[in-house]
């Protein structure tokens, strides 16, 4: 079985573009979480989507957004890219939303913004 | 609100020598608390988890972490490290009804011959 797929791997931005990053969870999972992974530090968490709905948020701007669709795959956008934006960002996936529910992470999208 | 502390941001060991990295967490109320490994170029994996059920907790690869609510602290230890060991290692904890996690910076394991 495929594990989670992000895509792209690598990408590299401008100050001030736009990114969309793409996730595809674990067949059967139905909750979707991203985090963002600056060099040298812990993954931070930035949303998390059960049932394309939005089950919780982490201390990031407006300029970060994020939905899932009906196939339970989910998009993550950034806008107005800033150079401390680059980073690794992960995605995970779990059957629910429940607290001590396993997470699958993917192996990022490596985000740099120049 | 919930925090995780991890001392020391590098340890090195030599290859059959006992591995202990050491976290240490705040919570307001009980916590889930989690190890995850991240090789290179790849995404966590999770290695153990509390959930309550028991203060020693045994994990993938011969790790096993032991909760200690007196000290704050979730230690992660392995009796004798492997080349494979080497690899960065998470703390992570949740306190809410949603699996958000609150990792720490990390620990990065050496593993010498």
């Known amino acids: 079985d495929a594990g989670v797929t992000q895509s792209p791997t690598h990408l590299i931005k401008t100050r001030g573009q736009q990114v969309t990053l793409r996730c595809s969870p674990i067949?059967?999972?139905?909750?979707v979480s991203w985090y963002q992974q600056v060099l040298g530090q812990g993954p931070q968490f930035i949303f998390q989507?059960?049932?394309?709905?939005?089950?919780g948020r982490g201390n990031f701007p407006d300029r970060f957004s994020a939905r899932q669709f009906p196939n339970y795959s989910s998009e993550l956008n950034v806008n107005a890219l800033l150079l401390g934006d680059s980073a690794l960002y992960l995605c995970?996936?779990?059957?629910?939303?429940?607290?001590?529910?396993?997470?699958?992470f993917g192996s990022g999208t490596q985000l740099s913004v120049l | 609100a919930q925090s995780v502390t991890q001392l020391g941001s590098h340890v090195s060991v030599s290859e059959g020598a006992l591995v202990l990295l050491r976290c240490n967490y705040s919570?307001?109320?009980?916590?889930?608390l989690f190890w995850y490994v991240q090789y290179p170029n790849q995404g966590l994996q999770l290695l153990l988890k509390?959930?309550?059920?028991?203060?020693l907790v045994k994990g993938i690869n011969g790790f096993e972490a032991e909760f200690k609510k007196s000290e704050t602290s979730f230690h992660l230890t392995k009796p004798s490290a492997h080349m494979s060991d080497a690899a960065e290692y998470f703390c992570a904890v949740s306190e809410s009804g949603y699996s958000t996690l609150t990792f720490g910076k990390g620990t990065m394991l050496l593993v010498s011959p």
């Open positions: 995970a996936s779990s059957l629910n939303s429940q607290t001590n529910e396993k997470l699958f």
């Open positions: 919570s307001s109320v009980p916590p889930y």
């Open positions: 989507y059960y049932e394309k709905e939005e089950r």
């Open positions: 509390y959930t309550s059920a028991a203060t």
């Open positions: 067949s059967g999972h139905k909750s």
